[in-house]
């Protein structure tokens, strides 16, 4: 185990766990988790700064963002040794930033390459169990594009009280060119950013999630109105597809 706490940096930490049972694999698993954690609040029954286990469950503060993951990994690969199950040379890594701050992150995988071996899978510990008996599986996750955009139409500011309703609104040029890439009505983007083809697994697993996991939509917190707004998108966007 290696507890690296470089200057400047937030912390990181990198376990490795040697191959177990009689396995001829060559395959290298890297597990990665990250230790940030949200303000803990009112209203525990334990205190959350130490972590307890009442009937199975793990309680404390990070027990589902995010701090979790450690856990996971490590009891992971013990149950593999407890059920005489082989498993590979395994890599655990810990960061403690906030996720999307990669900076730390680049900086740790670069620095300590060497600790790290030639990973074939890495596995993100970074999701949720939407049941207690089903283990989860993000097999996809949303994609992100960033882009600047800037509209001008004069070379000085103008009080509205002069130039309102005479020189263009800015931030409806904006929204006329960002309709361009989305249709705000039905939420559908341009051809270029659809993918051709849905594979039928995919759409099996999203049937699957419809079907047995309706309480991720009833715990939404919708007003009445907004989802008959939503029914009757749906609809409309059924049809234009």
């Known amino acids: 185990m290696h507890v690296l706490r470089d200057e400047g940096r937030t912390p990181f930490l990198i376990v490795k766990v040697a191959k177990f049972g009689e396995t001829e694999s060559k395959e290298q698993v890297l597990m990665y988790g990250h230790l940030d954690k ?40 013990k149950a593999c040794q407890v059920e005489g199950k082989s498993h590979p040379q395994t890599v655990i890594t810990i960061e403690g930033s906030e996720e999307g701050e990669i900076f730390d992150l680049v ?70 060119l960002l309709m361009r890439v989305q249709d705000y009505k039905t939420q559908e983007v341009i051809d270029e950013l659809q993918v051709k083809e849905v594979p039928p697994h995919r759409l099996e697993e999203v049937t699957y999630m419809g079907e047995n996991l309706e309480h991720l939509s009833e715990s939404f917190p919708f007003l009445p109105e907004s989802i008959s707004l939503a029914n009757h998108l749906g609809d409309k966007t059924k049809e234009n597809v």
Not at 50 to 77: C, H, K, N, Q
Not at 118 to 133: G, H, K, N, Q, R
């Open 38 to 77: 949200q303000p803990f609040g009112d209203g525990w029954n334990t205190d959350p700064c130490e972590p307890v286990t009442i009937d199975g469950r793990m309680y404390g503060r990070g027990s589902s963002d995010d701090g979790y993951a450690l856990f996971t990994a490590v009891t992971a690969l």
């Open 107 to 176: 900086h740790y995988l670069k620095t300590y390459k060497h600790l790290l071996d030639a990973p074939t899978l890495v596995i993100c510990l970074d999701s949720v169990a939407f049941t207690e008996e089903t283990v989860t599986i993000t097999s996809s996750l949303r994609g992100c594009i960033n882009f600047d955009l800037k509209v001008s139409i004069g070379d000085n500011n103008v009080h509205s009280g002069m130039g309102g309703g005479v020189m263009p609104n800015v931030y409806n040029i904006l929204n006329c």
